[in-house]
């Protein structure tokens, strides 16, 4: 199966690094490229990198964007207002330099929520350019999202970094919130072939699942594999045992992952997630609610939403999300909100969400 697609978009990153750097750490998070990164896996290849900042103030960030082969532009410093008017006007010029000699380059990506580069999105978007913007949520400019074609929030994504620091203490549902209590000293996994193969269907059905809700029509078998391998430029089924895709694919259907039917073109079925069985489904909601339960009788407190999957896990060690069509843990859980299975509060000052039953 080919892995080149001329139709495919092409993506060029621009990053307002200080911008979303230090949004990030406001909200309780070290900026890490690698949730974005792979959120603009599922939409195209990305073929330019490049993040703005005076490096000699972030350079505890340098090794990891380079290690994401992302060019590190330097802005030297100055007094905050020039040093921040220079970042905004070469990032801006190297975008329209861009967008003129390079025409294949369908998609820019503007990473900041600065309104300063709302100008700079219409005129990308009049040169017939499709642009997305990234930011945080308390921390972008009202007028930035409607400009552009897609808006991605990096608070939520998948997989983001927590700084380290303490988590306090508040009264709500059961009463005093708390920290879990630290377990024994975590036992080395071992790998083996079928634990790999079981991380294999998990990114497969994470990376569909993000397809599916990032784009309109079927998902044929030829995008999802150019997906996971911009996800994974090493993954490979053929180190599972599989002699192609198609073969990996028919196994995942025989093991309830995908389902599987005849696409437009021979040999290039659509992939979908199997509609998740009710009562499989009611059982994982109970066991989330038995979890927190336990949990709140355990802690003396309302459990956090950290942590929380690994603790269904280790009393189901085959539940996933996935298996229903979540496209992560949280959307899960607000799910089980909305079906009046357990309550779940934003806690502002741990940034962290609490669950808890009432009517336990």
């Not at 009393?315 to 996933?320: G, Q």
Request: aromatic share 8%.
């Amino acid at each position: 199966m080919t892995t080149s697609d001329s139709s495919e978009d092409r993506l060029a990153l621009y990053l307002d690094f200080e911008n979303v750097a230090i949004g990030a750490r406001d909200l309780g998070y070290v900026f890490d490229p690698a949730p974005l990164l792979d959120a603009l896996a599922l939409r195209g290849r990305t073929l330019v990198r490049r993040a703005y900042a005076d490096w000699n103030l972030f350079s505890e960030y340098r090794r990891g964007l380079v290690d994401a082969n992302i060019e590190l532009t330097e802005i030297p410093q100055r007094s905050d207002s020039v040093r921040k008017n220079a970042a905004d006007i070469l990032m801006a010029v190297d975008a329209m330099e861009l967008a003129f000699t390079r025409d294949f380059v369908s998609t820019f990506v503007i990473v900041s929520g600065d309104s300063d580069f709302t100008p700079l999105v219409t005129r990308l978007r009049e040169l017939n350019k499709r642009v997305i913007g990234v930011g945080l949520k308390g921390s972008t400019a009202a007028i930035l999202p409607p400009a552009c074609d897609e808006f991605i929030f990096y608070d939520r994504l998948e997989g983001l970094t927590p700084r380290s620091g303490g988590s306090s203490k508040r009264s709500k549902g059961s009463g005093k919130r708390t920290k879990p209590k630290s377990s024994s000293a975590d036992k080395p996994k071992k790998s083996s072939s079928k634990q790999n193969l079981d991380d294999a269907k998990k990114l497969v059905a994470r990376t569909l699942s993000g397809m599916q809700a990032s784009a309109s029509g079927a998902i044929l078998a030829s995008n999802l594999k150019r997906a996971l391998l911009r996800k994974d430029p090493t993954f490979s089924e053929q180190d599972y045992g599989f002699r192609g895709f198609r073969e990996f694919l028919t196994h995942l259907e025989e093991q309830g992952t995908v389902t599987l039917s005849e696409g437009s073109a021979q040999g290039d079925p659509e992939v979908d997630l199997p509609t998740g069985d009710a009562g499989s489904e009611d059982k994982a909601f109970a066991l989330l609610r038995r979890t927190v339960v336990e949990l709140m009788d355990e802690l003396g407190g309302d459990p956090p939403l950290s942590g929380l999957k690994d603790q269904l896990r280790k009393r189901d060690a085959n539940f996933s999300e996935k298996a229903f069509g979540y496209g992560g843990f949280l959307q899960f859980c607000k799910a089980a909100v909305t079906k009046n299975v357990v309550e779940m509060d934003w806690e502002e000052e741990d940034e962290e969400y609490y669950l808890y039953v009432l009517d336990q």
